[in-house]
């Protein structure tokens, strides 16, 4: 069964750091790309970064980019997104997602999500 | 490529029929996904690649379109369809942009 389990997240001051952790199971965790995707409280999905399967090639939303950066482990099959000089309008759920390319149709998706972990930036 | 999604929000009784559109910006063939999210739980795969159905979905949702419309509909629906519903394009990489969401509830 895969699964995906996020972890990190907590109450953070403004201009603090975290780093979110994704452990990953129930599949060849470094055959996969791999994304974050984030959802303020009340508010819509937000695409946040990206990473290859060998972790060569990222990708970050203008959002974020300069202050977070993604990584991943495949020897522990872990996803990771660490955090810093974070705003209050980087509040949210933070989900990690799997992508799957579906040969037949060669079409990419997100398959399988986290079950999300809540950021929070407040003084 | 951004995603515009209408309705925003609708009622519906179940048994109705229900479509959502999803329109992108600029064409982007087939790759369109849609996500079921309920309140507190992570979104769910329903359909990819615009009109075929993830494994486990029931066949009253079917999705169609290619190019820059695409639509989602719910034949009739379930107590349990009450949720909100996201369009995803997978097309331009990165980033694979969200439409805003059509939250469904019950008349």
């Known amino acids: 069964e895969v699964q995906l389990v996020e972890s990190g997240g907590g109450l953070v001051q403004p201009g603090g750091s975290l780093r979110l952790s994704c452990s990953a199971s129930?599949?060849?965790?470094?055959?996969?790309?791999m994304h974050w995707v984030r959802q303020a409280p009340g508010k819509g999905l937000e695409y946040v970064s990206a990473?290859?399967?060998?972790?060569?090639?990222?990708y970050y939303a203008d959002s974020v980019k300069g202050r977070f950066t993604i990584s991943r482990d495949n020897s522990k099959n872990t996803l990771y997104l660490q955090m810093s000089s974070l705003r209050a309008e980087d509040t949210a759920v933070y989900y990690c997602?799997?992508?799957?390319?579906?040969?037949?149709?060669?079409?990419?998706?997100?398959?399988?999500w986290g079950q999300g972990t809540l950021v929070t930036v407040s003084s | 490529i951004q995603l515009t999604q209408s309705p925003s929000s609708l009622s519906a009784s179940v048994g109705d029929r229900v479509t959502i559109t999803c329109r992108a910006s600029?064409?982007?063939?087939?790759?369109l996904a849609w996500y079921q999210q309920k309140p507190g739980k992570a979104p769910k795969l329903l359909i990819y690649?615009?009109?075929t159905l993830q494994s486990g979905v029931p066949s009253r949702f079917s999705g169609s379109g290619s190019g820059t419309d695409f639509t989602l509909t719910i034949s009739s629906l379930q107590p349990e369809d009450f949720a909100t519903y996201y369009c995803?394009?997978?097309?331009?990489?990165?980033?694979?942009?969200f439409g805003p969401g059509t939250k469904v509830d019950i008349k």
């Open positions: 600029q064409g982007i063939s087939s790759y």
């Open positions: 997602v799997r992508e799957d390319i579906v040969v037949v149709v060669a079409a990419p998706t997100f398959d399988y």
């Open positions: 990473i290859s399967s060998n972790g060569g090639s990222t």
């Open positions: 995803q394009q997978l097309n331009s990489y990165p980033p694979f942009t």
């Open positions: 129930g599949f060849t965790f470094s055959s996969y790309a």
């Open positions: 690649a615009a009109s």
